[in-house]
């Protein structure tokens, strides 16, 4: 993945009714440590990464880039929603023209204990908010295996619109697009 381009960051924290969105801070690293090496959380990414591996990799401070949110709750990681750009070597564009940047896409991961409550849809339609302001009408896509019904509903609920299936990874996925910019007609 590449950065979104010319966007100050990080911005002032993000708040919702019961998230806030901010950058990466050093009290993050064990929540990121257990994102990555729950296996319940990778299912559909990959599979789980070995704690031991991921203590010596990660930094002291992990996720702080452009582009990626720490979702708190409570005064807590509850999970990370990013917008990055896609990369071209991948499947999946609207934009072939796009290059070397590509699209700009929104991903997320949560923590078990926050799944169900709908945090993942208040914290990602808050990124795309902000993503709104900060690079007006510019779409932004979303991929996910078919198989995992959860986001697959949670794309459906933030207004993402089929665009194509490819198979990647060994699994059929999903790839959607979402705009700010009613379509014309």
Not at 32 to 58: C, H, M, N, Q, W
Not at 59 to 88: H, N
Not at 102 to 111: D, I, K, N, P, V
Request: proline share 9%; net charge negative; charged share 25%.
């Amino acid at each position: 993945m590449t950065e979104l381009g010319p966007i100050a960051w990080p911005p002032a924290p993000i708040r919702t009714e019961r998230l806030v969105l901010r950058e990466s801070e050093a009290r993050d690293r064990a929540a990121f440590i257990e994102l990555f090496a729950s296996s319940k959380v990778r299912t559909y990414l990959g599979g789980p990464r070995p704690r031991d591996e991921l203590d010596r990799a990660l930094p002291g401070v992990p996720g702080r880039r452009p582009g990626v949110f720490v979702v708190d709750l409570d005064g807590a990681m509850a999970g990370i929603v990013t917008l990055d750009r896609r990369d071209a070597e991948r499947p999946g564009h609207i934009c072939p023209e796009a290059g070397e940047a590509g699209e700009a896409e929104l991903s997320y991961t949560f923590l078990p204990k926050a799944w169900g409550s709908g945090y993942a849809v208040e914290a990602c339609a808050a990124a795309l908010d902000w993503f709104t302001g900060a690079l007006p009408g510019e779409p932004v896509v979303l991929c996910t295996q078919t198989a995992n019904d959860r986001s697959m509903r949670l794309a459906a609920k933030l207004g993402f619109s089929e665009v194509g299936r490819f198979e990647e990874y060994g699994a059929e996925q999903w790839f959607g697009v979402w705009s700010s910019v009613p379509p014309s007609g």
